[in-house]
């Protein structure tokens, strides 16, 4: 049996999506910022594309920045916003401890240029506190970046608070809602978020294109300079068949969502019942308040990237937190975050399931780990000296 469980790292391509894709690549190929008609006919598919986008997050379409994917998105919302408070001498922005890298990573760069950043503790749960960010509030804060949904744990912010506050605070609000698009509705308005950033791979849309939402108001600062597509504020010629089949899957993804989501969690459901048997295992985040995809367990005595290399030999394609793209083995920035010690943590697995994935993979994906966690036991000397007593189970 061939199972994708990894659907927080990428997912496949829609149908819809792909044949989008290949018409505009046929069809439309102008450049939208030709005069002449083939290159009009290119810019008016933009823009309805960007009309597309914003309805589904509650935007207008003025607010929408297509970008090459959430990484960059992230860049730019941060950037933009550290550059409006710097101009009225605010320094401080507030986030968490496991964002993704393309948040910590700016973030670091940022606080080299003198800016100071507090994370927030997302405590065992993988959940922010609202009283915690109002407590690290300060005069010189410009910018709360906290993402919607996280993409190793899987847990939901509670966003609608975070915003709240943050208005209350006239503070920008930005969320990296990467994971959460298409997935779990989302409301800019309601819940008062200024800056969003997405990505289409994400929601079965292709790789390498993605959007910032900045509310009205809020000027973006340049990260590519050249040209003046998408209002000067993102130079270099638009990804005109990749912002259509963008729009396309995330119309669908939003459309389907109410219909696919409750069989989803059932399904989520069941592999965390079923992966619960195995001993000394934990799963990781709050259970209720996370994706309907998502589940990340810790094992112990236990190596995840070799776990990994048996299940894919089994066919499973799943994740493991622990095994960065650096080829480091430093274990995962989220799993310490929910204070995982570092020998659990390197014994992780993150299965995120699709849409189309059935029960039958389920029980498959639950039999699979279970033989697979068994069978390193086997051999393990740290497991060996758990079940010896000679050191102590954590979990
Ligand atoms: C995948 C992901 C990103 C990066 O998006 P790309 O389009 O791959 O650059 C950013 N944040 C989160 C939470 C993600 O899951």
């Known amino acids: 049996m061939k199972v994708y469980a990894d659907n927080a ?11 989008t894709m290949v018409k505009y690549m046929e069809e439309t190929y102008g450049n939208p910022s030709s005069l002449y008609t083939i ?11 960007r009309e597309e986008v914003a309805k589904v997050i509650n935007a207008s379409p003025r607010e929408i920045t297509f970008t090459s994917g959430g990484s ?3 860049n730019q919302a941060i950037i933009s916003a550290a550059a409006l408070g710097a101009a009225k001498g605010k320094k401080h922005i ?30 065992e749960d993988g959940i922010v506190r609202p009283e915690e960010l ?3 509030i300060r005069e010189d804060t410009c910018l709360i970046t906290i993402m919607y949904a996280n993409n ?22 930005h969320t990296d809602a990467v994971q959460a698009i298409g997935h779990i509705p989302i409301d800019v308005e309601e819940s008062n978020i200024d800056m969003l950033s997405a990505s289409a791979h994400k929601f079965h849309g292709p790789k390498g294109v993605g959007f910032l939402y900045a509310r009205k108001g809020i ?32 119309r669908d993804a939003a459309e389907s969502m109410s219909e696919t989501s409750p069989g989803m969690r059932a399904r989520r459901d069941r592999l965390i019942k079923g992966l619960r048997e195995i001993p000394h295992s934990a799963l990781n985040g709050n259970e209720e308040l996370r994706l309907p995809s998502n589940v990340n367990f810790c094992f112990e ?30 274990p995962s920035h989220v799993l310490l975050a929910i204070g995982r010690v570092h020998d659990v943590a390197h014994g992780s697995l993150r299965l995120s399931i699709g849409e189309d994935t059935t029960d039958d993979e389920v029980d498959y994906i639950i039999e699979s780990v279970k033989e697979v966690v068994a069978y390193l036991r086997s051999f393990s000397p740290v497991w060996r000296d758990l079940e010896s007593g000679k050191a102590k189970h954590i979990l």
């Open 94 to 123: 507030i986030s968490t401890a496991f964002e993704h890298h393309a948040v910590l990573h700016t973030l670091a760069k940022l606080e080299k240029e003198g800016f100071e950043v507090t994370l927030l503790d997302v405590h």
């Open 9 to 19: 790292a990428t997912t496949r391509m829609s149908r819809n999506a792909i044949d």
């Open 39 to 49: 290159g009009q006919k290119a810019k008016e598919a933009l823009e309805e594309a």
């Open 152 to 173: 190793e744990i899987g847990t939901i912010q509670p966003v609608k608070e975070i915003g709240r506050i943050a208005r209350a605070h006239g503070i920008i609000f």
């Open 301 to 330: 005595g236990i190596e995840g990237e070799s776990l990994l290399l048996l299940l894919d030999q089994k066919g499973i394609s799943a994740s493991s937190g622990s095994a960065c793209t650096s080829g480091s083995l430093d």
């Open 219 to 250: 000027r973006l600062q340049n990260i590519i300079e050249g040209g003046a597509q998408e209002r000067g504020k993102r130079a270099g010629t638009e990804n005109v068949p990749g912002i259509m089949a963008m729009a396309v899957a995330l």
């Open 72 to 74: 960059e998105a992230d």
């Open 134 to 136: 109002e407590e690290a």
